[in-house]
């Protein structure tokens, strides 16, 4: 008897649920499960899908087809959120031979949804600024980015070198990449990757393209800086592309303040590597541009995490083979994160071959009321390994010839 009055109470509280139908906040859940699986179901079955068909069936179960929402209104998106998801799962369908009717109450949705695409293809018949080009990247994110792209940039928009100027001078607003979801700005994080990895050589990169990958990267989003420090940045290293190094490690050093911890560590070792070849040593703009960005990520790692991912990698690899100021800065970094995080009196000696490596490349000596302010531990090293004083006579031939060194090189890229 207990079972069946159980029964019938979820019965009744089921029916309660279908009269009320959440009308309101139905948007806003299509547009919250559009987030979640807008592009990234190319592991998924159609039948991963069917539960997010029964459930738009459940929740649009109108007589009549919904009317277009007005384009200017602010909840545009997110009215047009069931029809995006729509088009994904009938993608998937097509890809497997399912045949999807179309629920009544969108069928208007989803043909201005075609429209849009249809006009597409013409990119003079659809505005820049619209909010239609974020509504076809939230339902189209593999057919419609080089459409973006061409509709912002222009052709060749990844270069500039002798091409003409780019065709619009501003990037994506940020208004626009708001009304985008993740996974479509994923889409077009590694779309631009690619086209930044498919440029010619001797050429730099647009304003608007590249501030438009910084506003993109700035989202503190991992996949994308996995990108570009894994697969962008090597490839424009490996083909010698300095001009478009040189933008990467600007936007680097003053665009992306957030980059995770364990990749900033991973291009300090990177950028150490760079600036030890031949053609960045006699590049005097480039040399300088490596060793400001290299400043810039160390004085960025966070105190309590120092520790942890130093000891990961090989002392060589964090180290500068030449640059005496870079060191400096490391050994502060490792002295303030240990006075900060509280490991100063039980922390074991983890930084020791660092600092070894860091004597032996460039040999420093530390000033006793500077060595004062140090942990116990650091001033009894640096005491212990003092650099031999120079005379006078040594130290200003040294100079003269470190002067005339970065002379010639500054002449050489001027020449260039």
């Known amino acids: ?63 009549k087809p919904l009317p277009v929402p007005d384009v200017n209104n602010p909840s545009f998106m997110f009215s047009m959120a069931v029809a995006c998801l729509w088009n994904v799962i009938s993608t998937k ?25 249809k006009h597409c293809q013409h990119p003079g018949s659809l505005a820049r600024t619209d909010s239609h080009t974020a509504l076809l990247m939230n339902a189209y994110p593999a057919n419609t980015l080089g459409f973006v792209t061409d509709l912002w940039f222009g052709k060749n928009s990844a270069q500039m070198g002798n091409q003409l100027p780019p065709s619009h001078s501003t990037p994506i607003p940020l208004e626009l990449l708001d009304l985008v979801t ?11 990757g690619s086209l930044i990895k498919g440029r010619i050589p001797n050429t730099t990169l647009s304003y608007v393209l590249l501030e438009t990958y910084s506003r993109l990267l700035a989202e503190n989003d991992i996949g994308g800086i996995r990108n570009v420090v894994g697969a962008v940045l090597p490839h424009v290293f490996k083909n010698k592309a300095w001009g478009i190094l040189h933008n990467l490690l600007e936007m680097f050093s003053y665009r992306l303040p957030l980059i995770p911890q364990n990749y900033r560590v991973h291009l300090i070792s990177h950028i150490h590597s760079i600036a030890a ?14 060793e400001s960005t290299a400043f810039r990520l ?15 990698h090989e002392a060589n690899v964090l180290v500068s083979s030449e640059s005496e100021e870079l060191n400096r800065i490391f050994v502060l970094n490792i002295a303030r994160a240990m006075h900060i995080s509280g490991t100063e009196q039980h922390s074991s000696q983890w930084y020791e071959s660092i600092f070894k490596t860091i004597v032996e490349k460039t040999p420093m000596n530390w000033s006793k009321h500077t060595l004062e302010h140090f942990p116990y531990s650091i001033q009894q090293f640096f005491t212990q390994h003092t650099a031999p004083m120079e005379s006078k006579p040594a130290l200003k031939q040294r100079v003269e010839q470190e002067y005339n060194k970065f002379k010639s090189k500054y002449l050489n890229w001027n020449y260039i």
């Not at 097509?94 to 208007?108: D, M, Y």
């Not at 993740?182 to 631009?192: D, E, S, V």
């Not at 070849?277 to 490596?290: A, V, W």
């Not at 160390?298 to 990961?312: M, P, R, W």
Request: overall charge negative; some cysteine.
């Open 1 to 63: 008897m207990g079972l069946e009055q159980a029964s019938n109470s979820d019965t009744y509280r089921i029916e309660l649920i279908e009269e009320v139908r959440w009308y309101k906040g139905r948007d806003y859940l299509m547009w919250f499960i559009l987030q979640l699986c807008g592009a990234a179901n190319t592991q998924w079955e159609f039948k991963d899908f069917v539960p997010l068909m029964k459930i738009i069936e459940f929740l649009y179960p109108d007589t």
């Open 93 to 117: 369908a097509q890809g497997q031979s399912v045949s999807l009717p179309k629920p009544r109450a969108i069928t208007n949705l989803i043909s201005h949804l075609e429209n849009v695409f």
């Open 182 to 192: 993740y996974p479509a700005k994923r889409g077009l994080i590694i779309y631009i």
């Open 277 to 290: 070849i031949p053609h960045t040593d006699q590049n005097y703009q480039l040399h300088l541009c490596l």
């Open 298 to 312: 160390i004085q960025g790692l966070e105190n309590h995490v120092v520790e942890s991912y130093f000891t990961k």
